[in-house]
């Protein structure tokens, strides 16, 4: 039954700078293949849940205190981010964060870090197939890239390391809303075509649990709702709060904000 | 005139070993953030080992700079990976203090075996090698110190240019966590670039040495000289590094011409104080690139 789940993680603290206490107890389950979504306001802890899986949470003086987390059924918690890349799991990092004096082929040529020495020119074919517009920068220092560019830039270079597990932190951050759509049907054809597992962090709920096949909501540091996506997109307190549908269109008032709160802690 | 001229090709060829060297000092700087103070000290060490392998070992010249360059090359790696690798993440001043510690070690360690006696080289560079049109004579040490900086230049140049491990040394450089997050191995990197920078150090000490002699004092004092260098240049800029290496050589080649010998050792420092009140970053400090 198991072989069917590519990442487990497994009711997970994080502690910061040994005394900060940001993820308590967080588990979720990746399937191979499919979209996993993870939703949540700011500051609710959904980058920190990805530098767990991917080991970025070390130079930052984070720790998985308790818990485990598994890829491919092995324990990856609290291992060095050259050995969890080199597993196959890739995140791109919230911000759009381009080598702004490399150009846009030097910028891929760094995706290749986890295989050197093996011949990568198929690859950058494939990162110019997904984002046509990368094409004619090549030579262009990513520093002078317009937002949208600079986000196909950092997929496709994360994509040049051959991921099994791509983690995707809020890529439509900033950008405009004609854009957001174009990003998540690339999102979805590299889902499909080339078979990659993907965690997506969104504040963009309803954009995300279109192209996802399940979701978790994630609220101070836990996990307070998760199911298929459609269900989610269908979910009253989703729908009020993360795809901005009030249940009588009205706006949200103090009243439903405590509604709310007192429903997540039922959860 | 002659003499003029004879000063501008002084000048320029030992600030091109100035800039060579300081290049070194700005990759550590570029990849690690960290201000290397031994570095003097790894270049005098560079010279003597040269001079080992050349007169007490008799190797062939040509074995003995491939021999010395990759010990500077191993000696580099080694320093990164006993010393500087603990302190990663440690506050800045404890770093810098590292380096000024293994300045004096290695400082005590050299004067230990060599004492400080002025040594010179076998005459091993052809005759030939010097450039003589009448008015400009130049000595072949001149043309050699032109012709190893420019191949070794070139050399870089390529390697940081085309190479992938010259491209994630500088993703390393511009952007960390993006580079950690790419699983390039950043710890590598530092290593890579104390290495590569104990060669080129090697390299520019060994033409030193030629041109001056191999004294432990004198050799290690060009450490000081790289920090005009780097700051006219621009700490994180490599060509800076170059052009303000060539900029504090005419500097002082000029200044012992035509002012005093004495004062060439005290003008680049006035001409940095100067430049760094209209110019706080530094001639080529890098320009951020910002956008929204
Ligand atoms: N390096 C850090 N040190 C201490 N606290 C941190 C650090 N990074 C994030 N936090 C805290 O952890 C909480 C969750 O942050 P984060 O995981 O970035 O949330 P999200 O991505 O959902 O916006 C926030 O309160 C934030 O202040
Ligand atoms: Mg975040």
Known sequence: MSEGKLLVINNISVVYSDVIQVLKGVSLTVEKGQIVSLLGSNGAGKTTTLKAVSGLLK????????GSILFDGLPIHNHSPEM???????????????FKYLTIEENLRVGTATRWGKPYRQDLDMVYHYFPALTKRRKTLAGYCSGGEMQMLVIGRALMAHPRLLLLDEPSLGLAPLFVREIFQIIERINRENGTTIVLVEQNANMALQIATY??????????????????????????FYLGMGAAGAAKSYKDVKAYK???RWL | MDFFLQLLINGLSIGFLYGLSAMGFVMIFKSSSVLNFAHGEI???GAFLFLALATWAQLPIALAFVVTLAGAFVLGFVIERIFLRPLIGEPLIQVIMLTVGLASMFKGGMLLVWGGNLYTYPEFLPEGLGVNWGVIQVPPVYVAAVIIGSLFLLLFGLFFKFSSQGIYMRSVADNQPAALSLGVHVRRVFALSWAIAAVVAGISGIVLGIINGINVHELSSIGLKVFPVVILGGLDSISGAIIGGLIIGLLETFTGGYLSPSLRDIVPYITLVFILLIKPYGLFGLVEIERV
């Open chain 1, 59 to 66: 130079p930052e003086n984070g720790k998985v205190t308790e």
């Open chain 1, 84 to 98: 969890i890349t080199r597993a196959g799991i890739i995140q791109v990092l919230e911000g759009r964060q381009p």
């Open chain 1, 215 to 240: 979701g978790y909501v994630m609220e101070n540091g836990k996990i307070v709702m998760e199911g298929r996506a459609e269900d989610l997109r269908e979910n009253p307190d989703v729908k009020e």
């Open chain 1, 262 to 264: 007192r429903r997540k």
């Open chain 2, 43 to 45: 270049l005098a060490f």
